[in-house]
């Protein structure tokens, strides 16, 4: 199940509205709150969506994805699976 980790350290889970219970496009910027960005969790097979401009926005740092990714990670983001996400195409 995917989760959104909030910058303020919250979890949610996501539910899926895309077809085949995918997570959509649209969702994705919907929590990020912009353009959206991959990046790939180390050492499994799981994803973090996060704004692709966090940074440049001044977003603040999200321990919890920074942990998970092993690097610094603003903002609030979406943890899953590769199979979650319906198109990665439109997320590259």
């Known amino acids: 199940m995917a989760k959104i980790l909030r910058a303020n350290g919250d979890r949610e889970d996501i539910e899926p509205m895309g077809e085949n219970g995918k997570l959509t496009l649209e969702q994705l910027q919907k929590v990020v709150g912009g353009w959206v960005e991959v990046v790939v969790v180390p050492d499994c ?14 977003l603040p740092v999200n321990v919890t994805a920074s942990k998970v990714a092993q690097t610094v990670i603003v903002g609030d983001v979406v943890l899953c699976s590769i199979v979650e996400v319906s198109n990665t195409n439109d997320i590259e």
């Open 45 to 58: 097979h799981n994803l973090l969506i996060v704004d692709e401009d966090g940074k440049l926005k001044n």
